[in-house]
């Protein structure tokens, strides 16, 4: 380990181990399961084509068709998004996205390795502290489904670049350049997760007071001038963090300050206002910290079985741990025994406290504030409430609910705290060596057996977690191949929208399935049973072209990260044997059926949206509408109102025929036809307007309405 490439070499090999066969599929696979990492991998591949053609990204028609969505301005994480998005330019979204992934891995455990060497200066001890970083159960579940949240790199630096900081400031020059370096790293964490640079500042807070615990009890009133000058250095890290890091985050501190009135989607403005359930729900156990996690090929499947265990001790939250890609933040038993023996070290040695006497202390003094702040905000023991770190935190930094994340920190703080015991223990093994005169190569024996040790106890395979997507189901095949622009709808209701957006990138035809953060999720109420009469009507009115009918899943594995992974397919698959009224079938196969949504006597249809601007009214298809002798119906959807809203249906240009032959019912009770006015009174969810012919006029030619218009009424 005399050469930096040599460890680079060593840690991307176990990267490369671990996350088999993914290196050798990184255009058609990735990491971990369906979720969110497949909603970026879709956003990086719109954002090339948008490029590419010369568009707005943030315009992307595809999703949620026919209406489709302004995307949220990104965070201004440009540490994450700059290096996926200069990858997907060269190669594309998959393998930009799979780098960066693998990437992350020998990135953390260099940072990792270079704070336990700057603090034990043994290479060995922090080449074994990297492991323990790097290939933790937190960073191989963050990895599974967030990349931004894998990208744990910056952490050691900053650590490292406080502790210097921390350290005797002897000069200006010094306090200029520790307290630049700190600003720089602090940057770092901010531009890659606000999460991270967040917590960063929890750290600062915490490792202030430990080493000022520390130096007042050790120097007493000579302590003060330097508590100084590290104010000073603080100070000017927090002025360069926030000059480096403003220019590409001032968007999102809007939105902090004032979400509701921010252009961004209903979900990210809902980010920004957590409510404090969530804070409860995602906040660290005490256990979390010490349970291997639920992937491990030995104890694994023993591991649930253990929380469900635990939650019957209690009759509240206090024992009901968060979902397992939220808990697991796993330390590891190897750490734990080394970080305790650094301490009964401390004791027991008196060269070892001289060495290491302040590190550990502090260090330690630091994880154990963290893991306080990480608990739930309070505990009730014999109905008296007592309110924890977190509650406070929550007044102050709303948008940030999840506590147990916090692990990642305490985690490197346990792992430098490992870093000294093995720097001690390799000490004594050496001199040993020595004098029974034994080659000093056996060091080599004594570092990969702990190395192996490490390994072992954060494995997380067979089997492989990598998802191949390879293989293109033939339905979506068949669907690239339709010359038209199409606009399809993945059912059920409950798929996975992350599936349908990765095979978008294959078929590129509008997807209608709206999320539970998009303002037309209500439509979903209204189309939830394909075999209703009606329902074909709708989805035609819509533009829908196509429905998906996945009788299997698409991804059969068990999906950990996503508790109703098991819904994503249509759970009576017999039923869908038959052919929906209004369609006919279109193409079969094992896993899909598609059926084709006939365009006659297609429904009209309106959506009217309450938000902080106004009303926003959308005709999907355009404004003409011929009317037929059969019955014709309009739809009309209130969403994002609780109360009734006067509103007018107009239209302009009469073609043809008169409107004299038609009666008009709406809401099942009759509306008088005048001067091409309706006046109607919209009641939340769905409005039901049907014009129906008096009398048949084979002669008459077809009525036509041109510049359909509704418009609330607002006075």
Same mark, same amino acid.
Not at 78 to 92: A, F
Not at 125 to 152: C, E, R, T, V
Not at 534 to 546: D, H, I, P, Q, S
């Given at each position: ?12 090999f ?38 590419l ?39 594309? #979204?998959?393998?930009?996205?799979? +780098?960066? *992934?693998?990437?992350?891995? %020998?990135?953390? &455990? $260099? !940072?990792?390795f270079? =704070?336990?060497?700057?603090v034990?200066?043994?290479k ?18 963050? #990895?599974?489904?967030?990349?931004? +949240?894998? *990208?744990?790199?910056?952490? %050691?630096?900053? &650590? $490292? !670049?406080?502790?210097? =900081? ?34 960063? *500042? ?5 490792l ?8 007042f009890?050790?120097q ?7 508590i ?16 480096i ?42 256990w ?22 635990i ?45 290491y ?46 506590y ?6 305490v ?7 490992a ?13 040993s ?65 992350a599936?349908?957006?990765l ?14 953060q ?31 009918v ?15 992974f ?49 009303f ?34 107009s239209?302009n ?5 008169s ?7 709406f809401?099942?009770?009759?509306v ?24 048949s ?19």
């Amino acid at each position: 380990m005399k050469k930096p490439f040599l460890l680079l070499v060593l840690y991307s090999f176990a990267a490369v181990v671990l996350t088999f066969p993914l290196v050798t599929k990184l255009s058609s696979s990735t990491y971990g399961y369906a979720g969110d990492n497949f909603g970026a991998i879709h956003y990086f591949w719109w954002w090339k084509q948008s490029l590419l053609a010369g568009l707005d990204h943030r315009n992307s028609f595809l999703e949620e068709a026919p209406f489709g969505v302004t995307l949220d301005n990104e965070s201004g994480a440009i540490l994450y998004y700059l290096p996926v998005k200069l990858l997907t330019l060269l190669t594309d #979204a998959v393998t930009g996205y799979n +780098l960066v *992934l693998l990437l992350s891995f %020998p990135a953390a &455990a $260099l !940072a990792m390795f270079w =704070l336990a060497y700057r603090v034990t200066r043994n290479k060995a001890a922090g080449f074994i502290a990297g492991l323990i970083f790097a290939f933790s159960p937190y960073h191989f579940w963050k #990895a599974y489904n967030h990349l931004d +949240l894998a *990208l744990i790199w910056p952490l %050691p630096l900053y &650590a $490292l !670049a406080l502790w210097n =900081l921390l350290k005797e400031l002897s000069t200006k020059r010094m306090i200029i350049f520790r307290g630049s370096m700190a600003g720089l790293a602090l940057a770092a964490c901010v531009l890659t997760n606000f999460y991270y640079g967040y917590f960063m *500042l929890l750290l600062t807070g915490a490792l202030l007071l430990s080493n000022g615990v520390y130096g007042f009890w050790r120097q007493r009133k000579a302590y003060f001038p330097e508590i100084l000058k590290q104010f000073l250095a603080l100070l000017l890290a927090g002025f360069l963090a926030l000059l480096i890091s403003a220019p590409f985050m001032y968007k999102t501190l809007l939105s902090f300050r004032n979400p509701s009135t921010s252009s961004e989607s209903l979900f990210k403005q809902e980010a920004f206002r957590r409510p404090f359930d969530n804070l409860i729900s995602l906040s660290a156990r005490p256990w979390d910290y010490l349970i291997p996690s639920q992937d491990h090929p030995l104890w694994g499947k023993y591991v649930p079985i253990l929380y469900d265990w635990i939650k019957t001790k209690s009759n509240d939250f206090k024992t009901i741990s968060a979902v397992p890609h939220e808990r697991t933040i796993y330390l590891g038993w190897v750490s734990v025994v080394l970080a305790v023996l650094s301490v009964w070290l401390l004791r027991k040695s008196s060269s070892f406290r001289e060495k290491y006497g302040r590190a550990i202390f502090v260090f330690g003094l630091t994880a154990l504030t963290l893991v306080l702040i990480s608990l739930p905000p309070f505990i009730i023991i014999k109905n008296v409430q007592l309110n924890l770190p977190s509650f406070y935190l929550y007044k102050l930094f709303p948008m940030f609910r999840s506590y147990a994340r916090l692990g990642v920190v305490v985690l490197m703080l346990v792992a430098l705290l490992a870093s000294t015991a093995v720097a001690k223990l390799l000490e004594v093994t050496y001199a040993s060596l020595l004098y029974k005169k034994y080659c000093r190569s056996s060091l080599v024996y004594v570092i990969c057996f702990l190395s192996s040790l490490v390994v072992f106890d954060f494995l997380n395979v067979p089997p492989a977690k990598v998802t191949d997507f390879s293989t293109v189901p033939p339905a979506y095949l068949w669907l690239a191949k339709q010359a038209e622009p199409s606009i399809i709808l993945e059912w059920p209701p409950t798929f996975n929208v992350a599936d349908g957006l990765l095979m978008q990138r294959v078929h590129q035809k509008g997807m209608a399935n709206w999320s539970i953060q998009s303002p037309y999720f209500g439509l979903w109420k209204y189309v939830s049973d394909l075999y209703l009469p009606e329902t074909a009507k709708k989805l035609a009115g819509l533009g829908v072209n196509f429905v998906f009918v996945h009788t299997q899943l698409l991804f059969g594995q068990e999906n950990p990260v996503d508790d109703l992974f098991y819904t994503r397919a249509v759970p009576d698959s017999e039923r869908y044997h038959s052919v929906p009224p209004g369609m006919s079938l279109a193409f079969s196969s094992p896993y899909i059926t598609v059926f084709s949504v006939e365009k006659m006597n297609v429904a009209k249809m309106a959506t009217v949206i309450k938000n902080n601007s106004g009303f926003n009214i959308r005709l999907p298809g355009g404004n003409g509408w011929q009317l037929n002798n059969d019955e014709n119906t309009f739809y009309l959807y209130l969403f994002g109102s609780h109360d009734d809203v006067p509103a007018a249906l107009s239209w302009n240009n009469l073609k043809g025929g008169s409107l004299e032959s038609y009666m008009a019912t709406f809401n099942a009770e009759d509306v008088p036809i005048e001067n091409e006015i309706i006046k109607l009174i919209l009641k939340p969810g769905e409005n039901k307007l049907s014009m129906s012919r008096l009398s048949s006029c084979p002669e008459c030619p077809p009525t036509t309405l041109n510049s359909l218009s509704l418009q609330v009424i607002t006075q």
